[in-house]
């Protein structure tokens, strides 16, 4: 079946400019988590949902990070006013309830 | 908290040589172990687990056992190929319902022929 997608997979953007990144999970799939591929940091969890719900957003790196996911599926990570800092891969993952959990191919952002 | 700390990198072996990866880890619990691997302009794919101690997981000719004695998930291979060229990460998940897994730094294999 089909995996976890993620688009865009590249973003390129402006210092300050908002960006809007979204995974699509395995159908069926309760639980999603978002984290972040850094050279400085390595892979950083960031946030984690269970159905619609966030019980843990702790991963956040600060208050210009959100994201929602609706219907149980579809989710969006948003950063507002990037900076050159967030440049990373963003991946997303997705698992059913055993805790194994597979990754999209990521969305490459680069901050100008 | 929980981290994993795991063998630097680079690591450069011939064909056919024995491949070993350490991994420690410090967590709370009774998290489960996990051994991801990325191939070139690949994603992150699963290359094998283990979610209790003394488990062994295996996988295309990689095996690591879960040992909670030493807080080790080692990665071994017998004989690694060319194709086995790739970054390798362990990970834990606390499991605690929230599986939100916690990585090692990644240590990048080359193989030469």
């Known amino acids: 079946g089909a995996g976890v997608s993620q688009s865009p997979s590249n973003k390129v953007t402006e210092k300050g400019k908002d960006v809007e990144l979204r995974c699509d999970p395995i159908s069926g799939h309760t639980a999603l988590y978002w984290y972040r591929q850094s050279l400085g940091q390595g892979l950083e969890f960031l946030i984690y949902?269970?159905?619609?719900?966030?019980?843990?957003k702790s991963g956040l790196p600060s208050d210009r990070f959100s994201a929602e996911r609706t219907g149980g599926s579809v989710s969006t990570l948003t950063i507002q006013r990037t900076q050159q800092e967030d440049s990373a891969v963003y991946l997303c993952a997705s698992s059913p309830t055993t805790p194994t959990q597979y990754f999209g191919p990521g969305t490459r952002l680069t901050v100008l | 908290g929980d981290s994993v700390t795991q063998m630097e990198g680079p690591v450069t072996l011939s064909e056919e040589a024995f491949l070993t990866i350490n991994c420690t880890y410090t967590?709370?619990?009774?998290?489960?172990l996990f051994w991801y691997v990325q191939y070139p302009g690949e994603g992150l794919q699963l290359l094998l687990k283990?979610?209790?101690?003394?488990d062994k997981g295996s996988n295309k000719g990689f095996e690591a056992t879960y040992r909670k004695e030493t807080t080790s998930f080692h990665l071994e291979k017998g004989s690694v190929q060319v194709s086995d060229s790739a970054v390798y990460f362990c990970?834990?998940?606390?499991?605690?319902?929230?599986?939100?897994?916690?990585f090692g730094t990644g240590t990048r294999l080359t193989i030469i022929p």
């Open positions: 990970a834990l998940s606390p499991g605690l319902g929230n599986e939100k897994l916690t």
């Open positions: 283990a979610t209790k101690a003394d």
């Open positions: 967590a709370t619990g009774y998290p489960s």
């Open positions: 949902f269970q159905g619609n719900s966030a019980p843990d």
